[in-house]
């Protein structure tokens, strides 16, 4: 048989207290209810104290409760971010990887950008350019300095040619073929160039050492007049090369004379211009000891 939907408690004295427990609270909360709502509608100055009271009495448990949801935020937050960082740090790395490479590209873009500036305000300021090409390789380990020049007769190179780049002089033409030269560089000790003083014109002449320097004396043999920091350019006598070509600058004083350092560097120079002779007597001289057609041999 099926016991009766609504069973008494029983004997239990702890069970009757906890169901007459319930039923006061019940009854009390209905009381308390019906009192608030009765003082909110005959008194709300009342209510309004009433209330403000309970909102005083209730306020560090609700501070306790933002605290306690705000730090919980927080952790979830950091935690978050530390799991996140992984993936981040992988992105910014391929980003810093990929803006690198964008910046090394750019200044080579800039300096080659200089370089032709330098060679397109050589080509304007002189009309004696024959045509531009670049020195595609150089002696290394040779008693000779010799550099090897990307175009040749078939772009009207010639022998007993000027050849200087945007910072200087390089050297003079030796030897052509139909799309390459051999270029003597102003370091060979066999080239011999005449030049001056800048600041007050003195006359000298340079000779290659073979280890990147000239040397440089003047044409009055004696004590030496330069000094360190004097900047040398072509003096044009000779016919060969023309007058104020940048050269070099001295970087060292000798008993007669004086060590330069060249403006041009064949290593660092990749343009190159090939020029007329300053004077036409100058290559018809040189073309009467080695004359177009025939080689030359150049020790090494």
């Known amino acids: 048989m099926a016991p009766p939907p609504h069973r008494r408690p029983g004997f239990?004295?702890?069970?009757?207290?906890?169901?007459?427990?319930?039923y006061v609270v019940a009854i009390a909360g209905t009381i308390v209810a019906a009192l608030l709502l009765t003082i909110?509608?005959?008194?709300?100055?009342?209510?309004?104290?009433?209330?403000?009271?309970?909102?005083?009495?209730?306020?560090?448990?609700?501070?306790?409760?933002n605290d306690a949801r705000q730090s919980t935020q927080a952790i979830t937050h950091n935690v978050s971010a530390y799991i996140d960082a992984a993936s981040k740090n992988v992105a910014l790395e391929k980003e810093l990887k990929a803006h690198?490479?964008?910046?090394i590209e750019a200044r080579a873009l800039h300096l080659e950008n200089a370089r032709l500036r330098g060679l397109l305000k050589i080509a304007d300021e002189d009309a004696q350019q024959v045509a531009v090409g670049r020195l595609i390789s150089s002696t290394a380990s040779s008693t000779r300095r010799v550099a090897t020049l990307s175009i040749g007769r078939n772009f009207g190179v010639e022998r007993a040619q000027p050849v200087r780049g945007p910072a200087g002089l390089i050297g003079r033409v030796i030897e052509t073929g139909p799309t390459t030269a051999r270029v003597l560089l102003?370091?060979?000790?066999?080239?011999?160039?005449?030049?001056?003083?800048?600041?007050?014109?003195?006359?000298?002449?340079?000779?290659?050492?073979?280890?990147?320097?000239?040397?440089?004396?003047?044409?009055?043999l004696g004590e030496s007049p330069f000094k360190v920091g004097d900047i040398i350019v072509t003096s044009g006598n000779g016919g060969l090369y023309g007058a104020n070509i940048p050269f070099a600058r001295v970087i060292r004083k000798t008993s007669d004379g004086a060590l330069g350092m060249p403006f041009a560097d064949p290593a660092n120079t990749p343009y190159a211009v090939v020029m007329k002779p300053y004077l036409g007597e100058a290559r018809a001289a040189q073309q009467a000891l080695a004359p177009d057609g025939e080689t030359k041999e150049v020790a090494e």
């Open 12 to 22: 239990s004295r702890k069970a009757q207290y906890g169901l007459f427990a319930t």
């Open 40 to 65: 909110s509608v005959v008194d709300p100055t009342g209510f309004s104290a009433l209330r403000a009271f309970g909102s005083e009495v209730t306020a560090p448990v609700a501070r306790v409760i």
């Open 100 to 103: 690198r490479s964008a910046l």
């Open 186 to 220: 102003v370091t060979d000790s066999e080239n011999l160039v005449p030049v001056m003083r800048a600041s007050d014109g003195l006359p000298a002449f340079s000779s290659g050492l073979g280890n990147g320097l000239v040397l440089i004396k003047p044409l009055n």
